[in-house]
């Protein structure tokens, strides 16, 4: 393919300068800037290892495409493991949320070193696959039953979490991958001596998005009553809104024993949409009959509620939104699309969102798709 001169010298500045800037940039910053004009993005946890027909099966049920995706692994599981489900993730342009979970080590084992061979690998892998994601780490640690909890422990303190968490991303720093964020997560209630909201806070440069769990446990168990979202959820949010960061509910989901399940999805779109809760930009469901049944649909009438909540003010549409160009779904369009599509083209192995990729719209992957990325790059 023939490039004028003008153009390629365009083309290989931006590529340097983007190199550059993948290479140094650090996601965490305390000047994150809030859209309070949002749009919400709605996700859900589908089950321990999403497929393209699980999540096609649930878009289908809520009649909407899924925004995220949440995940949960241990510290026993490689890449190589979850890269199947992550593909599916992506294929379907939904962004993975990694809950990443460290059973039976203290925050003082990993502050100390004893899984950074695992950690660098990781870190490795997720800049090598080159995808946007968010990363969920030792999320609920203002409770009492995690390895990693402050609440009630003989082990870990404020302090030990703190360092535990900025080891990791530390780590992932080094490695260059900069295409995570870093979710720092807590329940809506803390639980246990020693735990708060923001006692283990791991700092404004270590922290993308803070986001919240919480469920109405209706009256499902012997200690729970039926609470609204607010309930659950305003003490929390209004002790974290004060850093200003993007904010997230990650998990909740409410029971149906008790009241009102419909009404209950009703009444906690209608809180996440308002101004009191205007720094939440993502909610998450979790979509499982666990301790109780959680799903969206434990009944018709629940499955309606959520479905008219969440299409509220629009069509519903199950149909993943295509970013012609996106190449690596980073979510803009720059020379490392650029360099993904070539590498694409040469190799067929290598991983990209095919769908952004056709351009030029003749359903098939060649120069020609090289060629319009390129004038849209460098218009």
């Not at 946007?132 to 979490?161: C, P, Q």
């Not at 991958?177 to 979710?183: C, H, M, P, S």
Request: proline content about 1%; some cysteine.
């Amino acid at each position: 393919m023939r490039i004028r001169l003008k153009g390629f010298l365009q083309l290989a500045s931006m590529v340097i300068v983007t190199l550059i800037m993948f290479g140094n940039v650090q996601v965490a910053s305390a000047s994150t800037e809030i859209q309070n004009n949002r749009e919400l993005q709605y996700g859900a946890w589908i089950g321990s290892w999403p497929t393209a027909q699980g999540l096609t099966d649930f878009q289908n049920l809520q009649q909407r495409h899924l925004d995220v995706v949440n995940m949960f692994i241990d510290w026993n599981t490689d890449f190589d493991h979850i890269k199947p489900n992550f593909d599916a993730i992506y294929a379907n342009n939904s962004i993975a949320s990694l809950t990443w979970e460290a059973h039976g080590l203290s925050n003082a084992d990993i502050r100390d070193g004893k899984k950074d061979n695992y950690i660098r690998q990781m870190a490795k892998d997720i800049k090598a696959y080159n995808k946007r994601m968010i990363i969920r780490l030792f999320h609920e640690a203002n409770g009492n039953w995690y390895a990693w909890a402050v609440g009630d422990s003989k082990i870990n303190t404020n302090e030990t979490y703190v360092a535990a968490f900025r080891h990791v991303v530390d780590i992932f720093r080094q490695e260059g991958a900069a295409n995570v964020k870093w979710d720092f997560n807590v329940n809506a209630s803390s639980v246990g001596q020693g735990a708060s909201y923001l006692g283990h806070y791991p700092g404004d440069d270590y922290v993308d998005i803070i986001s919240i769990d919480g469920y109405n446990w209706g009256t499902t168990q012997s200690w729970s009553s039926w609470q609204s979202f607010d309930q659950i959820f305003s003490q929390a949010y209004n002790a974290l809104k004060i850093k200003n960061k993007p904010m997230a509910i990650s998990e909740f989901s409410s029971a149906e024993k008790g009241g009102d399940k419909a009404k209950w999805y009703e009444d906690a779109f209608n809180n996440i949409r308002s101004e009191k809760y205007n720094l939440i930009n993502t909610v998450v469901c979790f979509n499982e009959n666990k301790e109780t049944d959680w799903r969206i649909n434990s009944s018709e009438s629940a499955l309606e509620a959520f479905k008219k909540a969440i299409n509220l003010g629009k069509s519903s549409n199950v149909e993943p939104e295509v970013r012609l160009g996106d190449v690596n779904d980073d979510g803009s369009k720059d020379a490392m699309d650029y360099i993904a599509l070539q590498k694409y083209i040469m190799d067929s192995s290598n991983t990209i969102n095919t769908k952004n990729a056709d351009i030029n719209g003749d359903n098939r992957i060649n120069t020609g798709d090289l060629f319009v990325l390129k004038k849209l790059i460098l218009e």
